[in-house]
């Protein structure tokens, strides 16, 4: 259980408060899960339990603001399909088939691995997605209990899709309700999320966002990941992805837009108007050749952008560093973004971005989320740029302690509330049945740009 009163000192405290302060040395003091002081130097404090960050930083728990948990059923898979040469293709010959066969077995196994490596390499908080078309009940359950194990914090929900049926659209919808209704589970909270515009109809857009203002949560959908969405938008609506959203009364500050890679600038001016938020997967867009989202314009009409990772690798620190050097290279331009930024992307953006008022900083009144890296080879100093040593020199695996609502859930590199070896065990059997499952995929199966009606 928490300690009624934790200590953490002995490192540099990057606050992320309005100010971004930075103490050197600092602490950050604990009472009851919320944090009741943040101060230099902290050797005259006492308190029931005392961190040491041996020089390290003290930061707050990282947020990621766009994944799919489920994801690590493809880490390692050797998939016997085509493979695909554009965006769509990845949708219907990777996501899609493995969404198909997918149980609440399979969910809790791949939510226990995320949740367990998220919390090793220094993310507190995540907004996840979750797809299984056929089989939505109960399967949000599965997902808090394993991430409930950890003890880390979820926003958790089921992607609504009528990319087979409006029935299927309904259920998924379904089972978020469900979920939001019994209030979470843990420090498991639920929100509304539909997959993208190309597979959904105003109608169930319409039901969303009702049921996200009932309550009081965010609401998020994939935006112009692909050109496909904006092609679709355009032929059956004869609007832009941004445009046709905000038509449709999706665009408010609940809603959070993964991706938005294919935005014209005048979308973003649309974007800007609304409050939305946008959530940014560098690492995804990489990986599936997507392209590069118009960050700097974004920043510039004053959108409001988190880092996720849309369920690819989970370690945000590696998120962070490809977000900082992807948009440096393509904009030919070593000024592009500031290391500062990137940080902020992936903790008080978030936060906001997800409504999470009291998470995101270290300041007083805020939930206790900390987290202390330091690397092994400590060899040069905090003292310099510290937000360029966050983004450039460290990783996951450098971060020492987890805090999460005041309770350590990771302390010198071992996760307190579960074995990570008994568990990993007991995943990788999951998986393993999971990928015989898998077999051929019937690529193409589904045309996605027809919605069934
Ligand atoms: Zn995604």
Known sequence: MAAETLLVRGGTVVTMDPERRVLRPGYVYVEDGRIADVGTDGRGVKADKVVDALGGVIMPGLICGHTHLYGMALRGAALKIRKPTDFLQNLQRIWWPLDEVLTNEDAYATALAAAMEFALSGTTTFADTYSAPPRPEGSLDSIAAAVNEVGIRGVI?????????????????????????????????????????????????????????????????HVAEGPNDQYHNIERYGVRSVERLRMAGLLSGRAVLAHCVHLTLDEVDILSGTGAHVAHNPMSNMLNAVGVMPLKHMMAKGVNVCLGNDGYVFDMFENMRSCFLLHRLSGRDPAAIQPQTVVEMATVNAAKAYGLHDLGSLEVGKRADIIVVRPEVYATPFSGSVYGYIVNGLKGGDVRTVVVDGEVVMENRRLTRLDVEEASSKVRKTIERLWERLGESPAEAVEPLSLQR
């Open 157 to 221: 929900s089921f992607e609504a899709t009528e990319r087979r049926s409006v029935e299927e659209g309904r259920r998924g919808l379904e089972e978020n309700i469900r979920f939001l209704k019994k209030g979470g589970e843990g420090r498991v909270r639920g929100m509304i999320s539909l997959h993208a515009s190309f597979t959904i109809s105003d109608e169930l857009i319409g039901r969303g966002v009702e049921a996200a203002e009932k309550f009081s949560c965010p609401i998020t959908i």
